[in-house]
């Protein structure tokens, strides 16, 4: 078993490798990829946090940006976005406009983030399942890893979630340890004071590690021992000094100023759509919802199972599982900002782990239901191969409908403009009207286009407009996010379209209309043109819904 364990694990293990760089290849710069490289990099070559650090610790930034110093891409320092402090204008020029490649940088950045955030969890997922379980439950746990899409793609992105949910579970996996010398202590407070360094809600470590002390304390027999005074006060002071090294000492106030301008955004919400609502202070039900629909249903059962299972007879060691995944999910319930299930990925690999344990005990009871559940598990995941970032399980159908469920980074992220670029050129790269949902340049990937209304951090001038008509075929591009308005004033900009059907649903997020015979989609579509300023294109969709004159 062990010979065939370790090769059934280096399978998994490079199976998910494969897959999240199957994903990486084929999406374009999601919304703030950009931002995040820009900044990280701009901090490790001169040591002042300035472009992004108001939004987010520096750490996740700079880990995605070090793979980028040998490539040694020109940092703009004297540029006027950057030198305004103008984030996402700078990181576009930085992208865009330098003389090493965008796809090279961002997809190296992508890369190195996957190998590396990968193997962390990998490595302590597995380590913490062998412990609770040995062979069955860490297989159980490569294999939901493997094929767990949110987690997948989102460690594949240059952005602060994967670092931060890492170094999140590796603190508890190592308090989780039964025995905790003075070194496993300081190691964990300095894993806690790098996630702090990482992203800003890190600050939830602080309560759920005491809340999980306590508990285990609790429920040790009597007499109890001492509370381990000792290793907390060692851990606490590992996490200040890792935290002060994260922001080179002197600039230790930032964080604080950061934490409180973040607080302060939050508390003012975003709007949030959620199956046809929308919200500014979110939705009670969002989270839920996100978790229910976006997690494999076979990881889900044998989570739940295990989960039903532990509360009937607690247990110090599991206590480690159960109040950060719940305490997290629960902290994300109050939450007014909610634009994507990624704000949910430190509780995911706890997720992982109880769904192994239980997929181990059902091993014991029922060999066949847990082959089955993995043959699910597997299938489930791989039919949205490779757009890992819009899966939804079987619930709502599949990812097909599920722009009338959630948006945003749920689901359309900006990652489909490569999609659209790739489908067009096919087609003979014929231009197009373009309302994206995103940051990246529409041109980087030969799109000709006339911006319709759309939502961006970068606003692109578009020199000399195409006239998708003159071509005689007339084409729309619409991202799911703004075609269902979450950031429009107008909720009905795109509500027309919803009774057409695609010509193609490119990668799930991009919806690409031809309407070239309907001449009521050209009438409206026309009056969006003139709107958005291209009279000249309005005036010839116009004068193709005419009849032809009689001869």
């Given at each position: 078993m062990r010979l065939q364990g370790r090769l059934a694990l280096a399978a998994l293990l490079g199976l998910q490798a494969?897959?999240?760089?199957?994903?990486?290849?084929?999406?374009a710069p999601t919304y703030d990829e950009a931002v995040h490289l820009a900044s990280g990099y701009s901090y490790l070559r001169t040591g002042r946090y300035r472009l992004n650090i108001m939004d987010h610790p520096p750490l996740a930034e700079m880990w995605a940006a070090l793979p980028l110093l040998p490539l040694g891409p020109a940092w703009p320092s004297s540029h006027p976005d950057c030198m305004a402090n103008r984030p996402y204008r700078c990181s576009d020029f930085f992208l865009y406009q330098n003389r090493v490649s965008a796809e090279r940088m961002l997809d190296t950045a992508r890369v190195f983030a996957l190998l590396t955030l990968g193997g962390l969890l990998s490595f302590s997922l597995l380590r913490w399942a062998w412990a609770l379980g040995g062979w069955p439950t860490a297989l159980a746990a490569a294999t939901a890893s493997a094929f767990c899409p949110v987690l997948l793609s989102n460690i594949a992105l240059v952005t602060t979630d994967g670092l931060?949910?890492?170094?999140?579970?590796?603190?508890?996996?190592?308090?989780?340890?039964?025995?905790?010398?003075?070194?496993?202590?300081a190691l964990a407070?300095?894993?806690?004071?790098?996630?702090?360094?990482?992203?800003?809600?890190?600050?939830?470590?602080?309560?759920?590690?005491?809340?999980?002390?306590?508990l285990e304390h609790l429920l040790r027999p009597k007499p109890r021992p001492r509370l381990p005074w000792a290793g907390m006060l060692a851990a606490a002071a590992a996490a200040v000094l890792s935290l002060a090294l994260v922001y080179r000492f002197s600039q230790l106030p930032l964080y604080f100023d950061g934490l409180s301008a973040t607080l302060a955004r939050l508390d003012r919400g975003r709007s949030t759509f959620l199956h046809g609502g929308y919200s500014n202070q979110g939705f009670l039900l969002y989270f839920p919802l996100a978790l229910a629909l976006k997690t494999p249903l076979p990881t889900l059962l044998c989570a739940l199972g295990a989960a039903v299972s532990w509360l009937k007879g607690p247990r110090r060691e599991r206590v480690w599982i159960l109040v950060p995944m719940v305490g997290y999910f629960l902290a994300a319930l109050a939450s007014k900002t909610q634009?994507?299930?990624?704000?949910?990925?430190?509780?995911?690999?706890?997720?992982?782990?109880?769904?192994?344990?239980?997929?181990?005990?059902?091993?014991?009871?029922?060999?066949?239901?847990?082959?089955?559940l993995g043959l699910w598990l597997a299938a489930s995941a791989l039919r949205v191969h490779p757009h890992q970032l819009a899966y939804f399980n079987e619930l709502i159908g599949g990812p097909a409908h599920a722009h009338a469920w959630f948006?945003?980074?749920?689901?359309?992220?900006?990652?489909?403009?490569?999609?659209l670029g790739q489908e067009l050129a096919a087609m003979g790269a014929p231009p197009i009207y373009l309302s994206y949902f995103g940051c990246a340049d529409p041109a980087a990937y030969g799109i000709r286009y006339v911006p319709l209304p759309t939502y961006t951090n970068v606003d692109r001038a578009v020199a000399d407009a195409p006239d998708p008509a003159a071509s005689g075929r007339v084409l729309l591009a619409v991202s799911a996010t703004n075609l269902e308005a979450n950031y429009f004033a107008d909720r009905e900009l795109f509500a027309w379209l919803k009774q057409r059907k695609p010509l193609k649903v490119l990668g799930y997020s991009m919806?690409?209309?031809?309407?070239?015979?309907?001449?009521?989609?050209?009438?409206?579509?026309?009056?969006?043109?003139?709107?958005?300023?291209?009279?000249?294109q309005a005036k010839n969709l116009v004068r193709l819904s005419k009849p032809p004159?009689?001869?």
């Open positions: 494969w897959l999240g760089l199957s994903f990486i290849r084929s999406a931060s949910a890492a170094l999140f579970f590796l603190v508890f996996w190592l308090l989780s340890s039964e025995k905790r010398s003075l070194k496993r202590w407070g300095a894993c806690a004071g790098l996630a702090l360094g990482s992203k800003f809600n890190m600050i939830l470590l602080v309560p759920l590690a005491g809340a999980c002390i306590v634009i994507g299930v990624r704000h949910l990925l430190p509780m995911m690999p706890f997720l992982l782990l109880a769904a192994a344990c239980g997929a181990a005990a059902l091993w014991t009871r029922s060999r066949a239901a847990v082959l089955a948006v945003d980074s749920t689901l359309d992220w900006g990652q489909d403009l490569k999609t919806f690409l209309y031809d309407l070239t015979e309907d001449e009521e989609a050209r009438g409206r579509l026309a009056r969006l043109a003139d709107a958005s300023g291209f009279p000249a004159a009689r001869g």
